[in-house]
C-alpha cells in the first residue's frame, strides 16, 4: 500500500492559519532535549522538529530533517489522500485502557484525593486502541483530521529516535503551548471544557456560556494561566495576560482560552527551550505538578507522547508547539494505534460529567477514522 505514496509525503508535518510547516528525511536526531537545545544555539543545525513526552525524563523524538517546505497557510492534504489509492481506511475499536467503568472509579478516587490532601487539580486520562484492516499510512488521518477540523490544525511526528521505530503521533491540537517569532512569544492554554450540542443551536450555545460562567472551570483554568505566567514573566520585558479566559470552540468541544502574549527579553530562548519550560502545563497534567504527575503515574498506563508537546523550532529560534492531545500513535506497521483523552479534576468536579468529556473528546480522532 505504501509504495504508491506520493514522493513528497511528509515524516513531519504542522498545519496552522497562519503558516505550516512539512519536512522529509532525517540527517540527525536528538533523544535528548537539552542537546537539541544546544545544537540550535551553537548554530550546528538549521531546525530541529517532532514530539516530547509528558514525562520529561523520558526520551524525546526530536529530528532535524533534509527538506523543509513552509507554506504561507494552511496544508492542503494530497488527493492520494483524498480520493486516490491512499484514501482507503478501515478501523475498529479492540480495546480500552482502562475501561469506561474503571475510569470513573478512577476519577471518583481521584476528586476524593484532591478533597482530603494538597493536590488541587490532576487530568486523568483514558485509551482507546484500534485496529486497522489494511494497515493505515499516518499521513491519511493527518489528512482526515485537517479535512474535519474547521480550523483545519492537524500534526505528525515520527517517534522513531525516542525508540519507537516507525511509530507516528498524528493530531489536530486546538492548544498552542509556546509559539515564538523573533521577541515575540505567545501561548494559547485551554483548560475548562464542555462537550458541543450539535444537533441544537441554542442548547450548544447555553452550554457555551454555562461553561463561560463556571466557578469551577474558572479556576480550573486559572491554574494553567497562572503556570505560563510564573515561567514567562522572568523571561520577558512585558507580558500581557487577559484577566478572564475567553469562549472557543472546536467541532467537538467548548473551551475556556486565554490568548498570552510577550516580548522577550535579549538574549530570548529558542521556541524549544520555552515549551521545554513550560509542560506540562496544569492543563494536561495538574497541580501542584509533581504530586499530580506521581498520582498520573501510578494510576495510569504510560501516556507515551499523549500530553507533552509537537512542533518546530528553526536555527533562528522562531518556532512553535501545540499540546499533543486530541491525538493517536499510530504502530509503525500500521495495524494499530492507540487514542488518548484526559479531563481536569478539581474538589467539585462530577465524575460521570468527567466521564463524558474524555468520550466528547475522542470523537477529534474517532470522526477522522470512521468511528462513533
Not at 503521533?169 to 517569532?181: C, Y
Not at 523573533?182 to 461553561?211: I, Q
Not at 506497521?333 to 484526559?342: K, M, V
Request: aromatic share 6%.
Amino acid at each position: 500500500m505504501h509504495s504508491a505514496r506520493p514522493a513528497t509525503a511528509p515524516d513531519f508535518l504542522l498545519s496552522r492559519s497562519h503558516g505550516s510547516v512539512r519536512t522529509q528525511g532525517r540527517r540527525a536526531a536528538f533523544t535528548d532535549v537539552d542537546e537539541a537545545i544546544r545544537a540550535l544555539s551553537d548554530g550546528k543545525v538549521d531546525m530541529v522538529v517532532g514530539a516530547l513526552p509528558f514525562d520529561q525524563d523520558a526520551e524525546a523524538a526530536l529530528t532535524v530533517p533534509e527538506t523543509v517546505v513552509r507554506e504561507p497557510g494552511t496544508l492542503e492534504p494530497h488527493p492520494f489522500y483524498r480520493v486516490g489509492a491512499g484514501s482507503t481506511l478501515r478501523a475498529r475499536i479492540c480495546g480500552f485502557d482502562p475501561s469506561p467503568s474503571e475510569h470513573l472509579r478512577r476519577i471518583e478516587a481521584a476528586v476524593a484525593t484532591i478533597q482530603n490532601s494538597a493536590l488541587d487539580k490532576v487530568v486523568l486520562a483514558r485509551a482507546v486502541d484500534i485496529a486497522f484492516d489494511p494497515p493505515v499510512d499516518p499521513r491519511l488521518v493527518a489528512a482526515r483530521l485537517i479535512d474535519l477540523s474547521y480550523t483545519r490544525d492537524g500534526f505528525i511526528a515520527d517517534l522513531t529516535p525516542a525508540g519507537f521505530t516507525g511509530h507516528m503521533l498524528v493530531g489536530s491540537s486546538p492548544e498552542v503551548l509556546v509559539r515564538r517569532r523573533g521577541n515575540k512569544v505567545s501561548s494559547y492554554p485551554l483548560a475548562g471544557s464542555a462537550p458541543r450540542v450539535l444537533d441544537d443551536a441554542s442548547a450548544d450555545r447555553a452550554t457555551g456560556e454555562a461553561l463561560y460562567d463556571s466557578a469551577k472551570d474558572l479556576a480550573e483554568h486559572a491554574f494553567v494561566v497562572d503556570h505560563i505566567r510564573g515561567v514567562l514573566a522572568p523571561l520577558c520585558t512585558h507580558l500581557e495576560v487577559p484577566d478572564r479566559p475567553i469562549l472557543d470552540k472546536t467541532n467537538e468541544m467548548w473551551h475556556l482560552a486565554t490568548p498570552i502574549e510577550g516580548v522577550l527579553k535579549n538574549p530570548a530562548p529558542s521556541a524549544l527551550d520555552l515549551a521545554d519550560r513550560l509542560y506540562p502545563t496544569p492543563a494536561v497534567c495538574g497541580t501542584p505538578t509533581e504530586a499530580a504527575k506521581a498520582l498520573i503515574c501510578t494510576a495510569e498506563t504510560d501516556r507515551s507522547f499523549y500530553a507533552g508537546t509537537v512542533g518546530y523550532t528553526e536555527a533562528s529560534g522562531d518556532g512553535e508547539y501545540m499540546v499533543a492531545i486530541r491525538c493517536a500513535e499510530v504502530s509503525g506497521d500500521g495495524t494499530t494505534a492507540r487514542a488518548w483523552a484526559g479531563g481536569g479534576l478539581v474538589a467539585d468536579s462530577d465524575p460521570q460529567a468527567e466521564l463524558d468529556e474524555t468520550t466528547a473528546k475522542l470523537r477529534t480522532i474517532m470522526r477522522a477514522l470512521g468511528l462513533s
